[in-house]
């Protein structure tokens, strides 16, 4: 039998799918994403709200006791001592829900991301050339 997920159309209908108290952090995280990466779009990928800047620049979600951040490798290794008291995996880190989160640094990742992804595409135009 065919199980019932939902197929998220705007992050905006995703933050929407949560409890209040869970919403406000992923507006908070939305916006800090948004203010770190002012010319990335908004989409869903893998049904997650991402950030797209040339290609996939950060994915995030909601679970039952974290959030998900998903910088790709190089966002999580670029800033490894930092996310070490983190639970995480090759490209993405485990923000429990009952704590803040680490909003500066967050910034930080998605501004070295940005950074990234700018060089990559500016290599793959020089080589057009």
Known sequence: MEENKVTYESVDQYISAYAPEVQEILQTLRKVIREAAPEAEEKISYQMPTFFLHKNLVHFAAFKNHIGFYPAPQGIEAFKQELAKYKGAKGSVQFPIQEPLPYELITRI?????????????GKAKKKK
Not at 110 to 122: D, H, I, L, P
């Open 110 to 122: 998605v501004k070295f991301r940005v950074e990234e992804n700018q060089q990559q595409t500016a």
